[in-house]
C-alpha cells in the first residue's frame, strides 16, 4: 500500500537553512503537500506541489520534488525559532486518497 | 509510528441520514484529537479539534450542529454527520495526537470516504 517516511527529528541553529525529506511510493500521487504543526494546533497548510512540477518556491520555503526517486523535499533559507514545529508530507493520489508521513520535528536552536 | 483507525472506511448513505465516523487511537492515549475534511483534489481542511472530556472547538464556517464531535475516551473521537446531504460527501480524516517520549507527534487515521446520494 502507500507509504511517506520523513525522519523524525532535525536540529539547526537560527539563520541556518533546514532541510525536511520524505519519501513516497505511490507513484500515481498527483499532489504533494507540505504542512506545519505547532504546538497542541492542528495542521498548517505550508505549500504544496504538483506532481509534473520539480520546484517550487514561495518565499523562504523552497519545495524540490524528484518524482523518479520518488523524493520531496522541503528547505527553509535562514530558519527562525518560529519555525519550530512538526512538519508533515502528504501525497494525495489520483483515487483522492491521502497519506501522511509520521512528521519532522523541527528545533531551531538560538 | 503509532496507529489510528477509522471506522467506517467508506458509507454511502441517503441524504437526510446520520452518519457516524469513528476514530480510535490503538496504542496511545490521544489527549487530543482532530477531525479534517477533504475536498476531491485539494488539501485537508481542519474542522475541529477536540479535548478529552470537553467540547470541541469548531473553526470558523464549520457548523457544529452539523457536525457532532464526541471525544468520550482517551482512545476514541467520533465524527457524527447529521443529516447529509450531497454536498457533504468527502474524505474525513482524524489525527491523534498524543505525548510519545518527550515529544508530541501527531497520527492519522486512514480516512473515511462519505458519499451521499
Known amino acids: 500500500g502507500e507509504d511517506v517516511e520523513q525522519s523524525l527529528f532535525l536540529s539547526v541553529r537560527e539563520g541556518d537553512s533546514s532541510v525536511i525529506n520524505c519519501t513516497y511510493t505511490d507513484s500515481s500521487s498527483t499532489y504533494l503537500y507540505w504542512y506545519k504543526q505547532e504546538p497542541g494546533a492542528g495542521l498548517q497548510l505550508l505549500t504544496y506541489i504538483f506532481s509534473n512540477m520539480d520546484m517550487k518556491q514561495d518565499q523562504r520555503l523552497t519545495v524540490l520534488l524528484n518524482k523518479k526517486d520518488k523524493h520531496l523535499s522541503l528547505r527553509i533559507a535562514d530558519t527562525q525559532t518560529g519555525d519550530s514545529a512538526i512538519y508533515f508530507c502528504a501525497e494525495i493520489t489520483n483515487a483522492g486518497k491521502s497519506t501522511f508521513g509520521d512528521g519532522t520535528t523541527l528545533t531551531v536552536k538560538p | ?117
Not at chain 2, 473553526?59 to 450542529?65: F, H, I, L, P, S
Request: glycine share 6%.
Open chain 2, 1 to 117: 509510528g503509532a496507529v489510528v483507525s477509522q471506522h467506517p472506511s467508506r458509507v454511502i448513505c441517503k441524504s437526510g441520514t446520520s452518519v457516524k465516523i469513528e476514530c480510535r487511537s490503538l496504542d496511545f492515549q490521544a489527549t487530543t484529537m482532530f477531525w479534517y475534511r477533504q475536498f476531491p483534489k485539494q488539501s485537508l481542511m481542519l474542522m475541529a479539534t477536540s479535548n478529552e472530556g470537553s467540547k470541541a472547538t469548531y473553526e470558523q464556517g464549520v457548523e457544529k450542529d452539523k457536525f457532532l464531535i464526541n471525544h468520550a475516551s482517551l482512545t476514541l473521537s467520533t465524527l457524527t454527520v447529521t443529516s447529509a446531504h450531497p454536498e457533504d460527501s468527502s474524505f474525513y480524516i482524524c489525527s491523534a495526537s498524543g505525548t510519545s517520549g518527550n515529544t508530541d507527534t501527531q497520527y492519522f487515521g486512514p480516512g473515511t470516504r462519505l458519499t451521499v446520494l
